[in-house]
């Protein structure tokens, strides 16, 4: 029974190397999105001082893993083998819960799953006891710590109110205050403000990093005799006014005598900070629960006493994590960070939603948003009646944009956000983590970080009327998305945790083993999406002249036509086999290529202001070769989708000969479009002139088939399901050729006009 444990331990501690990699590419976006978003420092340095952060805070964590031990429930109420089962449950749910969350790109909260798992976990094996011995309900508030769980809940609860607001607030201020050419102002204000942001991050670091190490017991005569952490948290004040009068004088002297950006060594020093708290305080949720186990282990061994015999009031006593145990964590937690491509899909949908100027929307707008929208509007409106004129005009006046920023929001490429805005996320992070964590509040990181972040955003006007609907609807979605985590968490960590009971080790098995599954399906697919997008994704123009825009456009259309004939062949697959699978690909590639094009399509006002040269050519040829584009999509998607509902409700398959027909159509305009498109590769322009001169060529071969198929109809064919279909594709196929052409024509003439041909 002992080896059988000691698996346990074992196969926990390998879902704890799982758990830091989904967690880290999770959180990730916690400390890296101000520094991404702003493009102060470049990448390279935003990862060096993170993975810096992440191993510091690792080191400096103080390894007491409460939460996990008995911050959810009373560990004195269950036995040896009971409490194993909750840690396995929260374990196996915690890794598939957050791999999930990562797939789809979205940020949850590991310390609300870590703490619901636990309760959903230790709920059920407290009902599982409660029925076999009292059968009481009311005997559940002994087996949970109901106190210090609501506690939790709250302080997460507040966390995102409190965050939103205070980091909208500070925003406005700061905006208003320093405005856009806040790079232009005076020296002592730029010294001032660093002052500010630098001491309320100075103290987070002495708070989050200082705290959890040995040294913080430490007592010097310079402060008092006073211990370390005890000085930093008796004495804010003191504390603080050092700390603003040595950064205030260090960047008043950074920026006069070196001229130093001081709002980049804030970010810099903010990202650090941040990604230092992260490992401090989160690394409970990754290897708090394997700790608790193997400590639980340790003491059960020496115990010599039956595992459902002993009590684990063991774990309500503090042990502190062994060192090895957190630097390993931390070099995980570092390698992650620098290799996970899941950790850069979660940031995007943070960075979409903070972003000042252009962006894909990802989300559509709701009714709840729409509302929202039309309320606080109206609240502006009232708000800016009540004020006088005199101090509105100021208010816009200052909150107007400079060239700079003008420019940013006629730029897709342009950072998300200016270095102002970054340097106010980070600090006022800082400033309610520290709050928090003086104050012994439960919250977590993930919520405060996305909702300041979310609070900024929307005091500087990044939500205006073309945008804030779908923007709050994305907002909204993330925190149902935390909800779910709660709910799904609970339930799922409670009914693994019941099947082990009801399954033994075989019932352990089989849900790692699905999970796996699950997971390297996941991982399979993120990686394949990431190759297939990469290499034959449609790109925005970015030339400023026409000569550049035609070359960047021959790439397009090569890749156009290679997927339009991808997409076709599928079709014939899809009809030959009479199976929807190759249809269901086509479905999705078709969706795929769609939403490029509308990508495209919504980056026409940024292309025509790019263009250096007022000229009305290239934005012509821009706008109709997008418009036959377009068009060509559409003709695919209605063959697909006809064909599609045709098999799926079980219609009379296509005869052979109309299958040989169409595959006969698509390899003779496959092989004129391959021509084609080797003289776009080969930049040799000039032969397109021979491709056009076959243009009728496959026009009479396309209505052959459709007279053929007439006079089919009239003598012999008696479905009228087959020939409806087979017409629509025939029709659909004639004019996709057909735009194909004039796509070519419209890109030689456009060629001829400018090489005066």
């Known amino acids: 029974m002992e080896n059988l444990y000691l698996i346990l331990v074992i196969v926990l501690a390998i879902l704890a190397c799982g758990d830091l990699i989904v967690g880290v590419s999770n959180d990730a976006v916690n400390f890296l999105n101000s520094a991404v978003g702003s493009k102060a420092i470049s990448l390279r340095t935003i990862m060096i001082l993170a993975g810096l952060g992440v191993a510091f805070g690792a080191l400096f964590s103080s390894g007491l893993m409460e939460v996990a031990r008995k911050g959810i429930f009373n560990p004195g109420e269950f036995y040896f083998d009971e409490i194993m089962l909750i840690f396995t449950a929260v374990m196996l749910t915690d890794i598939l819960l957050l791999d999930f969350f990562n797939t789809i790109g979205m940020p949850t909260s590991t310390t609300v799953s870590i703490v619901f798992e636990l309760l959903g976990a230790a709920v059920f094996m407290s009902l599982i006891k409660i029925s076999s011995t009292t059968g009481d309900i009311s005997d559940l508030l002994n087996y949970i710590n109901t106190t210090k769980a609501i506690q939790i809940i709250l302080g997460i609860v507040l966390s995102v109110i409190v965050a939103l607001s205070i980091g909208a607030l500070v925003q406005w201020i700061s905006r208003l205050f320093l405005t856009y050419e806040f790079e232009k102002n005076a020296k002592w204000v730029s010294a001032l403000f660093s002052g500010i942001a630098l001491s309320a991050i100075t103290y987070f670091i002495l708070m989050k990093g200082i705290k959890g190490t040995p040294y913080a017991g430490l007592k010097f005569d310079l402060i008092g005799g006073m211990k370390i952490k005890d000085f930093i948290e008796l004495e804010v004040l003191k ?15 950074l920026i006069h005598f070196f001229k130093v950006n001081i709002y980049k060594v804030i970010i810099g020093i903010g990202t650090f900070a941040l990604a230092l708290a992260f490992a401090g305080n989160d690394l409970v949720n990754f290897i708090g629960v394997p700790i608790a186990a193997y400590q639980s282990y340790e003491a059960w061994v020496l115990s010599g006493s039956l595992a459902s015999e002993f009590s684990m009031g063991v774990l309500a006593s503090k042990v502190p994590t062994p060192t090895a145990f957190l630097i390993l964590s931390g070099l995980i ?26 962006v894909k929307e990802r ?129 799922v960590s409670g009914i693994i945790v019941s099947l082990i009971h009801i399954g033994g080790v075989q019932a352990i098995a089989i849900i790692l083993f699905i999970i796996l599954v699950i997971i390297g399906k996941n991982f399979i697919k993120h990686r394949n999406e990431e190759v297939e997008i990469d290499k034959d994704k449609i790109l925005k123009a970015e030339s400023k002249s026409m000569q550049g825009v035609m070359d960047e456009s021959s790439g397009n259309i090569i890749k156009f036509f290679k997927r339009v004939d991808v997409i076709y062949g599928l079709l014939i697959e899809g009809l030959s086999k009479h199976k929807l699978k190759s249809l269901k690909k086509g479905k999705k590639n078709i969706k795929r290529l769609e939403g490029e094009i509308e990508d495209l399509r919504e980056n026409i006002f940024y292309f025509i202001k790019n263009l250096e040269e007022p000229s009305l050519s290239a934005s012509n040829f821009y706008i109709v070769l997008l418009s036959y584009i377009e068009d060509l999509a559409n003709d695919l998607d209605y063959i697909i989708s006809k064909s599609y509902k045709h098999i799926d409700n079980d219609h009379q398959k296509l005869k052979l000969s109309q299958i040989r027909d169409l595959k006969e159509i698509h390899d003779f305009t496959k092989s004129i479009f391959k021509d084609s498109m080797e003289t776009f590769d080969n930049n040799s322009i000039s032969d ?7 243009r009728n060529e496959i026009k009479g071969k396309i209505q052959e088939k459709i007279n053929s198929q007439i006079e089919l109809t009239r003598k012999v064919e008696t479905s009228p399901k087959n020939t409806t279909l087979y017409f629509n594709i025939l029709l659909k196929s004639k004019d996709i050729y057909k735009i194909k052409v004039n796509l070519i024509e419209e890109f030689y003439n456009s060629y001829k006009q400018i090489n005066n041909l």
């Open 239 to 253: 504390v603080s006014i050092i700390n603003f009068i040595f950064w205030c004088t260090l960047s008043f002297g």
């Open 333 to 358: 937690m570092v390698l992650t960070l620098w290799l996970s491509s899941k950790a850069r899909k979660v940031m995007k949908t943070e960075l979409d939603l903070s972003n000042q100027g252009y």
């Open 363 to 491: 989300f559509q707008p709701s009714i709840f948003s729409k509302i929202l929208v039309k309320f606080f509007q109206s609240l502006s409106d009232v708000l800016t009646s009540i004020l006088p004129d005199q101090v509105n005009k100021k208010i816009e006046f200052q909150f107007s944009g400079s060239t700079a920023h003008s420019k940013m929001l006629n730029n897709p490429d342009s950072p998300s956000f200016d270095m102002l805005r970054a340097s106010v996320n980070l600090t006022v992070a800082a400033i309610l983590i520290s709050i928090a964590t003086s104050y012994k509040l439960p919250l977590s990181t993930t919520y405060v970080t996305f909702m300041v972040a979310m609070g900024t955003s929307l005091a500087d006007k990044a939500w205006g009327r073309d945008s804030a609907v779908y923007r709050v609807s994305g907002v909204i979605n993330v925190i149902l998305g935390w909800f779910l985590t709660a709910i799904t968490a609970f339930l």
């Open 688 to 694: 397109i002139d021979l491709i056009l001169k076959k």
